[in-house]
């Protein structure tokens, strides 16, 4: 990969480590996916902290990505294609497509780990 001005990245990794409140090891997440990368972590992070999901279930959730483009994606064969028709009524342009992530995460909770593993791909949690 050639550097310089005017060069983008050829990856958006970002494994990410989350603390909380008081400073401790929240939540270990990361993805391949390229450019979806960034949507992938963002969308477990919110779905785990925020909406209480465990991280195997945030993990498992269907896609529904928009980066600023002229579409937004949704995840083929899973519940975000219902989210279409209400999209379009907003004027989105909708592009159904299949992804490729590979989330895998740990969540730290009090005297335990719990592992999340992206079932689109050929990743296990396995613990004892």
Same mark, same amino acid.
């Given at each position: 990969?050639?550097?310089?001005?005017?060069?983008?990245?050829?990856?958006?990794?970002?494994?990410?480590?989350?603390?909380?409140?008081?400073?401790?090891?929240?939540?270990?997440?990361?993805?391949?996916?390229?450019?979806?990368?960034?949507?992938?972590?963002?969308? $477990?992070?919110?779905?785990?902290?925020?909406?209480?999901?465990?991280? /195997?279930?945030?993990?498992?959730?269907?896609?529904?990505?928009?980066?600023?483009?002229?579409?937004?994606?949704?995840?083929?064969?899973?519940?975000?294609?219902?989210?279409?028709?209400?999209?379009?009524?907003?004027?989105?342009?909708?592009?159904?497509?299949?992804? $490729?992530?590979?989330? /895998?995460?740990? +969540?730290?909770?009090?005297?335990?780990?719990?592992?999340?593993?992206?079932?689109?791909? +050929?990743?296990?949690?396995?613990?004892?």
């Amino acid at each position: 990969m050639s550097t310089g001005p005017g060069k983008r990245p050829r990856s958006s990794m970002s494994p990410t480590l989350v603390f909380g409140p008081d400073g401790g090891l929240r939540l270990v997440i990361g993805s391949p996916g390229g450019t979806n990368i960034i949507s992938y972590v963002a969308k $477990t992070i919110v779905t785990v902290l925020d909406w209480g999901m465990d991280v /195997q279930s945030a993990i498992a959730l269907p896609h529904v990505i928009n980066r600023n483009r002229k579409a937004t994606e949704l995840e083929r064969d899973t519940a975000a294609v219902a989210l279409r028709a209400p999209l379009e009524a907003l004027g989105h342009r909708i592009k159904i497509r299949r992804f $490729t992530s590979g989330l /895998q995460g740990i +969540e730290v909770l009090p005297g335990r780990l719990v592992g999340g593993a992206d079932p689109r791909r +050929e990743g296990v949690v396995m613990g004892d």
